[in-house]
C-alpha cells in the first residue's frame, strides 16, 4: 500500500487548542486501550511471521496486517498463525487500505477489483476494519468535485467492506505546512471530515484519531464531543517537534509519544478513554532516527513510548 510518505514526496509553543502542552502526569493506566505494532511507521522491514514474533517478544497485544503475506497463506498456515496469535493474545488492528482512490479512475479501480478479490481471504483472519488517510489538497479539484469523488469512491469501498462486517476508517490530516501543496485545499478538520462520513451515511464509516493532527487542526473537545464509541476504528499517538506550533509543524517530521511533551497526550487519551473506546492504539511517527535505529532498540523505544503513556 502506498504511504503518506511516499505520497507527499511528488516558535513558540502557544495557542488555543486544548492538546497544547499542560502540565501533566504521565498516565498510569489506560484500560482497555491496547498497544499495537504498526511497522510501516516505524521504518520496521519484516514479514507476517517476524511482525507476530516481534509483537510477542516485545509485548505489543495487536499487530497491523501485512496483507501482501496473509493473502498467500493456505489454509493451513492461516489456521496456525491465527492460532498463534490466539494463544498469545493478539489481535488484528486496521490494516491499510489498499485503494489509490486519490488519483484516476483505473488506479481506483484496480485496487478496488484488489480488495473484492481477495476480502473473504482478508476476513477469514478477522480483520476488523481498513484505514486511510485524506489528503487535504489537490492538483486540479476543487474542494466540491474533490469531495463528490472521495463521497463517490469512499462509499463502493464502505459497501463492499460491509458484506464481510468490516469497517473503514478516515483521517484527517490536520498540519497547516501541507495546505500550500497543491492549488486546491480540501478537508483537513474533524468538521470537514464529519461533512464526509455523514455524507457517505454508512455505519461501517468511521474515525481514525491522531493526537498529532487533532493538534494541528486545532480541533477542541467541542469540535469532537458528537463522537461516540463505534465511530471510533483506531488511534494513533504522536507528539510534536519543539520549536513549532501547531501552524508550523511539519506532517513528515514528528516524535514518539511523551518524547517532546509538546503535545498533551494525557488530555487526548483521557477524551478517547471517555467515549469508550477499547482498542489498538499505535505511533506513527515518521521520524528518520527511529526509523535508522537497530531493530531491537526501535522496538524498545516504539513500546516505551506507549507504556509510558499507559498503554
Not at 517537534?241 to 514518539?256: T, W, Y
Request: charged share 25%.
Amino acid at each position: 500500500m502506498l504511504n503518506r510518505r511516499e505520497f507527499t514526496n511528488s516558535i513558540t509553543i502557544a495557542g488555543i487548542s486544548p492538546f497544547f502542552m499542560k502540565t501533566s502526569e504521565i498516565l498510569n493506566s489506560n484500560k482497555g486501550l491496547i498497544a499495537s505494532l504498526n511497522p510501516g511507521a516505524i521504518g520496521l522491514k519484516c514479514n507476517a511471521h517476524e511482525l507476530l514474533d516481534y509483537a510477542i517478544e516485545y509485548k505489543f497485544s495487536a499487530i497491523s496486517p501485512l496483507l501482501g503475506d496473509l493473502i498467500k497463506f493456505n489454509e493451513e498456515e492461516r489456521k496456525t498463525y491465527l492460532s498463534k496469535m490466539q494463544i498469545n493474545k493478539i489481535e488484528f488492528d486496521s490494516g491499510g487500505l489498499p485503494i489509490d482512490f486519490r488519483s484516476t479512475e483505473t488506479k481506483f479501480l484496480e485496487g478496488f477489483k484488489f480488495l473484492n478479490k481477495h476480502l473473504k481471504t482478508i476476513s477469514s483472519f478477522k480483520i476488523p476494519s481498513f484505514v486511510t488517510w485524506i489528503m487535504p489538497t489537490h492538483k486540479s479539484l476543487t474542494y466540491r468535485q474533490n469531495f463528490e469523488q472521495h463521497h463517490n469512491r469512499l462509499s463502493k469501498v464502505a459497501n463492499v467492506l460491509e458484506q464481510e462486517g468490516l469497517k473503514l476508517g478516515l483521517e484527517y490530516v490536520g498540519p497547516k505546512t501541507l495546505m500550500v501543496r497543491d492549488k486546491y485545499p480540501f478537508l483537513h478538520t474533524i468538521g470537514g471530515l464529519r461533512e464526509l462520513i455523514n455524507a457517505i451515511g454508512k455505519k461501517n464509516v468511521g474515525y481514525l484519531l491522531d493526537s498529532f493532527h487533532t493538534y494541528c487542526a486545532e480541533d477542541k473537545l467541542d469540535d469532537m464531543k458528537f463522537l461516540i464509541a463505534d465511530d471510533v476504528v483506531s488511534v494513533q499517538l504522536n507528539d510534536g517537534v519543539i520549536g513549532r506550533n501547531p501552524s508550523a509543524q511539519l506532517d513528515q517530521e514528528r516524535e514518539l509519544p511523551g518524547d517532546t511533551g509538546i503535545i498533551d497526550l494525557k488530555y487526548f487519551l483521557d477524551f478517547i478513554h471517555s467515549k469508550g473506546y477499547h482498542g489498538p492504539v499505535s505511533v506513527e511517527p515518521f521520524n528518520k532516527r527511529l526509523n535508522l535505529m537497530d531493530t531491537s532498540l526501535k522496538l524498545e523505544r516504539v513500546r516505551s513510548s506507549l507504556f509510558k503513556n499507559g498503554i
